[in-house]
């Protein structure tokens, strides 16, 4: 999906040049690379901010939704 979003739809007629790999884009930009985010990474970091807060912040709104949604018997480690 983010092959065919920057550099053209697969199934076109469009013959599109691909200058670099992703592993090359993937790269730091202080290593030559432009600096897109692993996102299975990013989202593991996402994912365990959000369940800091869920431990830390037991009467915000957006926990007791999350938790009457997907947890409601349990904790989130649960």
């Given at each position: 999906m983010l092959d065919s979003f920057w550099?053209?739809?697969a199934g076109s007629n469009n013959k599109c040049i691909r200058w670099l790999s992703w592993d090359?884009?993937?790269?730091?930009?202080e290593d030559g690379g432009l600096g897109f985010r692993n996102l299975y990474v990013y989202n593991l970091?996402?994912?365990?901010k959000l369940g800091c807060k869920f431990m830390n912040n037991d009467d915000?709104?957006?926990t007791r939704i999350f938790k009457s949604k997907y947890f409601p018997g349990g904790t989130f480690w649960t």
């Amino acid at each position: 999906m983010l092959d065919s979003f920057w550099w053209g739809a697969a199934g076109s007629n469009n013959k599109c040049i691909r200058w670099l790999s992703w592993d090359k884009l993937s790269l730091r930009k202080e290593d030559g690379g432009l600096g897109f985010r692993n996102l299975y990474v990013y989202n593991l970091a996402l994912l365990g901010k959000l369940g800091c807060k869920f431990m830390n912040n037991d009467d915000a709104l957006v926990t007791r939704i999350f938790k009457s949604k997907y947890f409601p018997g349990g904790t989130f480690w649960t």
